[in-house]
């Protein structure tokens, strides 16, 4: 079930006002059952593989929780990883795997043809696969005991707002907020509600419009000059970020409405002023999950700068390739973790770069942030090769007087539309700058109820009027 779909907009208010109506004991079971509801209307089948990594967590965690010896403790943990790890590589590497495998055998010589998987890839099998993968490693590590209620362990593993694309939430945070037993309350609501309206904003209106510049340019790279490469790979670092955001903005909203508190995916990354910093603002649980179940296990900066510079790659590296099995997701995972240690370099060796205006700085990691996404959004390895040999050429266009009246209509969009989505983008930056400086919940609340009322007209007649109504998947569906 998509969050822009009018399946969600009847699915919603139903959810929300049984579970306040219905007695406070069985809520969570309510939230279950609408839960699974809500995975199972994109395919129902693939409900078993959710089932199943819930089952073998539970159970995992249970055995690691009443283990005497390090060596049966570290067994339920490996069985456990193992499973989990399995079940991914199947659904979502398999293919990539034997694909590769089969294209080296043929340049060594010899052939190897594996058979290739017709599988669909579970929608947020990534995403909940780590939620519970944390939680096993985090009983093993004794941060949290397990937990002995199956049904709301269940509820952690499936909670519907972030179930298919995060936050990763951990179980320290999430799991409690599943046993407590909340009245309704109307602030706490209309809060989540505008941030909702506020995700859908971000998702109909600037990154659906941006999508069409962006896919028209894409799909055909070699016949596109620099000005129309450059357009669209812009567009793409708004849409994706506006997209992912949404997501993250609506599934938060609607965890608020339900009187669950969920963490902040995203930060203004693209005010970012490194490398370094731009993944402490962007998909921040999916970082900080690195962080902690990968880097820091390797040693993190506690070793030798090689080691270091070794660990920060193979992070980096792992992340490319949980966004997607193709060899150009891993490319842009190294090209970030190349950029995080040339800055590191840099930094050592000449130290007056580390005292460049910040607006410079942040202007370069917008720009290396850009050139990453090239790989990110191009269809194959080949086409991104192929957008960076193209961006130098074409550029004598604009001086040419007929640019705008015929070189925009090359992208895909209207004129007229492409202004429009620049504008809700400007919009975008002021509202998420004013953020920044002071949360605008509270102050929006002491408004007066004609000034909040209006804000209401104004942000539906806009979703109404300038919204994408297509049903469109969010891009992070794919991970």
């Not at 995700?199 to 209106?205: C, N, Q, R, Y």
Request: proline share 5%.
């Amino acid at each position: 079930m998509l969050f822009n779909s009018m399946h969600f907009c009847v699915y919603f208010p139903i959810v929300v006002g049984l579970y306040f109506l219905i007695p406070k004991s069985t809520r969570w079971a309510w939230l279950l059952a609408a839960s699974y509801y809500f995975y199972m209307a994109w395919e129902p089948g693939y409900v078993l593989l959710l089932w199943l990594s819930t089952l073998l967590d539970f159970t995992a965690a249970l055995q690691i929780g009443k283990a005497r010896s390090p060596r049966a403790r570290n067994t339920w943990l490996a069985a456990t990883l193992g499973s989990n790890l399995g079940m991914l590589f199947f659904f979502k590497y398999y293919n990539f795997f034997s694909d590769s495998l089969g294209a080296f055998s043929e340049r060594v010589g010899f052939a190897i043809d594996l058979p290739h998987s017709e599988f669909l890839l579970p929608i947020g099998i990534s995403f909940y696969t780590f939620q519970t993968m944390s939680y096993t490693i985090d009983v093993y590590r004794g941060v949290i005991p397990p937990e002995r209620h199956l049904g709301r362990f269940a509820l952690y593993i499936c909670f519907f707002p972030q179930l298919v694309a995060g936050p990763i939430e951990r179980a320290k945070d999430l799991l409690p907020q599943m046993k407590l037993e909340r009245d309704f309350d109307y602030t706490r609501a209309t809060d989540g509600l505008r941030l909702m309206a506020w995700g859908f904003f971000k998702k109909m209106v600037i990154a659906d419009r941006l999508a069409m510049v962006v896919e028209h340019v894409y799909r055909d790279p070699e016949n596109h000059g620099g000005p129309a490469l450059a357009i669209a790979t812009l567009c793409f670092a708004y849409q994706i970020y506006c997209d992912f955001s949404g997501y993250s903005d609506i599934a938060v909203g609607a965890a608020r409405v339900l009187g669950v508190r969920l963490s902040t995916n995203f930060n203004r990354p693209y005010a970012a002023a490194s490398i370094a910093e731009f993944w402490r603002r962007w998909h921040i649980s999916l970082s900080t999950w690195f962080r902690d179940y990968v880097y820091l296990p390797l040693g993190g900066n506690r070793v030798s700068s090689r080691r270091w510079a070794v660990n920060i790659i193979a992070v980096f590296a792992i992340s490319g390739l949980w966004h997607g099995a193709h060899w150009k997701f891993l490319l842009w995972g190294l090209i970030h973790g190349a950029a995080l240690l040339l800055e590191h370099a840099l930094a050592r060796r000449f130290p007056a770069t580390t005292r460049l205006p910040r607006a410079v700085k942040v202007a370069m990691t917008f720009a290396i942030a850009n050139f990453a996404w090239i790989f990110f959004r191009a269809d194959s390895l080949a086409d991104a090769w192929l957008v960076i040999a193209n961006l130098p050429r074409g550029w004598g266009v604009l001086l040419a007087p007929e640019f705008w009246n015929r070189s925009i209509k090359t992208l895909g969009l209207p004129p007229g539309a492409l202004l429009f989505a620049l504008v809700a983008m400007i919009v975008c930056e002021l509202v998420q700058h004013a953020q920044a400086r002071a949360p605008l919940q509270p102050w929006f609340r002491a408004r007066p109820v004609a000034l909040r009322w209006a804000v209401y007209t104004a942000i539906f007649w806009t979703l109404f009027l300038g919204g994408i109504f297509r049903q469109t998947e969010f891009i992070y569906f794919e991970f």
